[in-house]
């Protein structure tokens, strides 16, 4: 089944504490893209990639890192989180991210920084 | 600057029509993305326009003014199954990236 995969799903940490949130696709996506979802807010991307070792920043890139070593791949690092980082997380890919192509989204990963 | 609006929540019956509006403002324009997201889930792509018109696909329909900056998303024949949050992104010419809008949150009476 073609699918975009995030873990955790949940996950409740403290501030200052390390965490990377995994995410996968199994369609050969070249395009991945990180977003978070806050409540009265728009989706606000945070980075992304458009093939492997090919990263850029989103609009809200600060307080977070990605790598893109394969293809598949595409986690999200937080180095040191605040709560202010406390969000719905969605990863999302697209063939190529170009125009007209439809992003899948992963299930989302709900944080909770303390 | 970028501004998508969209109304954040509408109310409609089971079986009625209801239009969700969207109305943008980008320094460019490389078409517009019409998602469902029901609570706690993915957004899942529902319409996909570039050029002014109508855009039709079973009970849902989706039309873009490009000289209004302007777009709806018609949905007929309203299913309970059919409350969700329905979000407008436009992508610009500069670069791959979308611009979100906040979502209308549409809730079906029986």
């Known amino acids: 089944e073609a699918q975009v995969t995030q873990n955790p799903r949940y996950l409740i940490t403290v501030t200052g504490k390390k965490l990377t949130v995994t995410c996968s696709q199994n369609?050969?996506?070249?395009?991945m893209s990180w977003y978070r979802q806050d409540p009265g807010l728009g989706l606000r991307q945070i980075y992304y990639s458009m093939n492997v070792e090919v990263t850029d920043k989103g609009d809200v890139p600060e307080g977070y890192k990605v790598s893109r070593k394969e293809k598949r791949n595409f986690p999200l690092i937080l180095e040191s989180p605040s709560p202010n980082q406390t969000s719905l997380y969605f990863c999302?890919?697209?063939?190529?991210?170009?125009?007209?192509?439809?992003?899948?989204f992963g299930p989302g990963t709900r944080l909770l920084v303390l | 600057g970028q501004n998508i609006d969209q109304p954040t929540e509408m109310t409609a019956t089971e079986g009625a029509i209801v239009q969700i509006n969207c109305t943008y403002q980008?320094?460019?324009?490389?078409?517009l993305f019409w998602y469902q997201q029901h609570a706690g889930e993915a957004p899942t792509f529902l319409s996909y326009n570039v050029l002014d018109g109508l855009e039709e696909k079973g009970r849902f329909s989706s039309f873009l003014s490009r000289s209004k900056g302007y777009s709806y998303l018609l949905l007929k024949e309203l299913q309970m199954k059919d409350s969700a949050s329905y979000l407008c992104?436009?992508?610009?010419?500069?670069?791959?990236?979308?611009?979100w809008g906040a979502g209308t949150k549409l809730i079906i009476k029986p």
């Open positions: 980008t320094s460019g324009f490389n078409g």
């Open positions: 999302a890919s697209s063939t190529s991210g170009g125009t007209g192509e439809t992003q899948y």
């Open positions: 992104a436009v992508r610009e010419d500069s670069n791959y990236q979308l611009i």
């Open positions: 369609m050969n996506h070249e395009y």
